[in-house]
């Protein structure tokens, strides 16, 4: 019988296939001993299933190529992290060895030890590392009886749950799967973004998925509205062949922006950057005609391998990055690392309270010279062959920059002494991710060369909401008029200076969006490549000095409504 299901779309794109239901994890084992003279092999079948769980996700990481290296990568490298955690392994020997209990008993018992001191905690983002821990521990629960983890849905299914990890959207989409429908989740956490960076759709929220959907139903998802049809019926079925139509016919239209200029209907050219983290980014970006590349990530580097990433291999992407880009300038991210992202190489501090206020970005960077050198001196080496603008991340204030300016210079002044080539001058900018600096950028705009500002962490410090914790997912949102003011606030500041202010963000890449951020002054977006045409054609069909005569209007909307109000209002003029 058709029901209709509503949620929070969370990756645009429409889906019609059979749900495949998967309930959250419990671990229900029963209380059961082993003999004594069974405790080594018991121990040994533990041993066994935790290294096959090691190597399943090494197996995994070593598939991944391209943008998935970095997004997924970076939570498989975590949960290598945990497979390591001498709190989990000792813990479980010790219950084998003293309790007698069995492996899969034991494996039930840390994890739930572990899951009270996490939700004990006060701080959101490490009790939604819980998260991470069942989903490690339902692996090696898998392997102990030799099944493999969640078998994953087939071609053509669309997978119904409380929610995903971003370690799975790649190896769903890799078998077929053509949409995710999720009782949890937000639109706005890593799962949600790098389901809009594959393409495909993602419905988060659906209260009722799990009571409603039953295994095999057929299933119409929208991911733009977030609904979801049970049973759909002829009417249902005809509005998806229609936007399926809509869809194909709006892929043509982009298709023909890849050569247009990115300019509004009152002739105000603006600059599209790309963000990349590959170098079929870099080459994505260079076809649709992007005026550079405005974030590159470097952290990759360091979080693929067990040492540091040295002055060569680092020089090596860099320089090879540079060439992809045909002369177009190229901005690159200096290490943003903290303790709520994996790193084999042992450069973070792993036991920080709030990793997301602790030594990350600059801050790291600044703590450790000689890494922060090395990587200073492959970029500078890397500019020889073509434009490069450096961008430090997670900037507080003018201190900060100023000692970033010193090492720069210093490192060119010994590069040039041992007779190596590189520009004449690279320009250095801030990221503007810590509400503080954003309010206070007058006091160090002097010092940088452009502004980049990372809405998808400034946004969560300035609400106070972190953007992962499904609670606070109707918080979370960009469209808040504390952001926006702030965000003024920064372009203005960089107006008055003749400093270019760009948005990095999630919201620079969200088409629907882009005429806020003209409104509020914005000339430069930074976004990825798959939205880089989306935003074109939002950009040309609009007028930029009539958006400019409503900013006031804007600004003086008092909640979110009002902006989605003013917003309606622009676009249909």
């Known amino acids: 019988m058709r029901a209709l299901l509503p949620g929070h779309g969370a990756s645009r794109g429409s889906a019609l ?36 769980t090691r190597a399943e996700m090494h197996s995994l990481r070593a598939r991944l190529h391209g943008a998935l290296a970095k997004e997924v990568g970076e939570f498989l490298d975590l949960h290598a992290l945990l497979l390591d955690d001498p709190e989990l392994l000792q813990g479980l020997d010790e219950l084998i060895r003293t309790g007698r209990y069995t492996a899969d008993y034991a494996l039930r018992l840390q994890r739930d030890r572990l899951a009270a001191v996490f939700d004990g905690m006060d701080d959101a983002y490490l009790k939604s590392r819980m998260d991470d821990l069942d989903h490690v521990i339902g692996r090696i629960h898998a392997h102990l009886h ?45 799962s949600a973004i790098l389901a809009r960076s594959l393409h495909l759709p993602l419905v988060v929220g659906n209260a009722q998925a799990l009571q409603k959907i039953n295994d095999g139903d057929v299933l119409l998802v929208d991911g733009a509205t977030g609904e979801v049809v049970v049973d759909p019926d002829p009417d249902d079925l005809r509005r998806y062949r229609e936007r399926l139509r809509e869809a194909a016919r709006e892929a043509r239209e982009l298709g ?40 590159y990530r470097t952290e990759f580097l360091f979080l693929q391998q067990r040492e540091l990433p040295s002055e060569e291999q680092q020089f090596q992407v860099y320089r090879d990055l540079v060439l992809g880009m045909g002369g177009r300038p190229v901005t690159i991210r200096t290490l943003d690392l903290g303790a709520d992202k994996a790193d084999r190489a042992g450069l973070v501090v792993g036991d920080e309270e709030n990793p997301a206020l602790g030594v990350r970005g600059v801050r790291l960077s600044l703590a450790h010279p000689g890494v922060f050198d090395t990587q200073l001196r492959a970029i500078l080496r890397a500019s020889n062959y073509g434009p490069v603008r450096v ?26 002494k041992q007779g190596h080539e590189i520009a004449v001058q ?60 702030l965000l003024r606030h920064v372009i203005r500041t960089g107006a008055e200076h003749d400093i270019p202010v760009a948005i990095c963000g999630e919201i620079a890449g969200d088409a ?62």
């Open 17 to 52: 296939g059979r749900a495949r239901v998967r309930l959250p994890h419990v671990l229900e084992v029963a209380e059961q001993h082993v003999r004594p003279d069974q405790i080594d092999d018991e121990v040994g079948r533990l041993h066994a299933a935790v290294e096959a």
């Open 426 to 485: 690279l320009e250095l900018g801030a990221m503007i991710e810590v509400p503080a600096a954003a309010i206070a950028l007058h006091g160090f705009v002097d010092v940088v060369d452009f502004v980049s500002i990372g809405t998808n962490d400034l946004v969560q410090y300035l609400l106070a909401a972190d953007r992962n914790n499904d609670a606070l997912g109707e918080l979370y949102s960009p469209l808040h008029p504390g952001v926006l003011r």
């Open 146 to 190: 030799q099944r493999a983890p969640d078998a994953p849905a087939v071609a053509g299914e669309i997978l119904v749950s409380d929610n995903v990890a971003p370690s799975e959207l790649a190896e769903l989409q890799q078998h077929g799967v053509v949409a995710v429908v999720t009782a949890a989740g937000s639109a706005l956490s890593h």
């Open 256 to 295: 023909r922006l890849r050569s247009k200029p990115s300019r509004t209907r009152d002739g105000i050219d603006i600059a599209l950057w790309a963000n990349a983290e590959s170098l079929e980014d870099v080459a994505n970006a260079h076809a649709l005609g992007a005026t550079g590349v405005g974030l």
């Open 391 to 416: 961008l430090v991340p997670m900037v507080s204030g003018r201190e900060e920059m100023l000692e970033v300016r010193r090492r720069l210079q210093r490192a060119a002044l010994q590069l040039r």
């Open 512 to 573: 629907a969006l882009a005429p806020i951020l003209l409104a509020l002054g914005l000339r430069e977006f930074s976004l990825h490549p798959a939205t880089l045409l989306e935003v074109r054609k939002a950009i040309r069909d609009v007028d930029f000095g009539d958006l400019q005569a409503r900013t006031d209007k804007l600004l003086q909307a008092r909640d979110r409504a009002g902006i989605e109000r003013w917003l309606k209002a622009a676009v249909a003029s």
